[in-house]
């Protein structure tokens, strides 16, 4: 899963909330293997220039990452984040299964 999150009106308030409320709640999903956040540069070569900050969150499996966000920290994750990046846009969010090649 991938959640790409726009440039926040005010940084502060988004790293804040981010990093001390959502990241720790994420982290208690049943299931949950690594998340990793990438912040600071993020250069696009398709020339999107409004990209704040990535987070991506590894399951095992689909059905394993469905499990956790049907469950109550799931639920609570996604509440959290509408909290944090809830406005039209702020945020997009990928779930999907990848194979390595």
Known sequence: MIAIYRTPADK?????HYFEIHVPLAKTLPGLLK???????????????DVYCIGTL???TMEVLKAAFA?????????DRKVMAGSEGA????VFDSVEV
């Open 71 to 79: 469950s109550e920290q799931g639920r609570a994750c996604a509440a």
């Open 12 to 16: 502060a308030v988004f790293d804040r």
């Open 58 to 60: 590894h399951f095992e």
């Open 35 to 49: 998340y990793e956040v990438a912040k600071g540069d993020i250069l696009s070569t398709t020339g999107h220039d």
């Open 91 to 94: 945020v997009q969010i990928y």
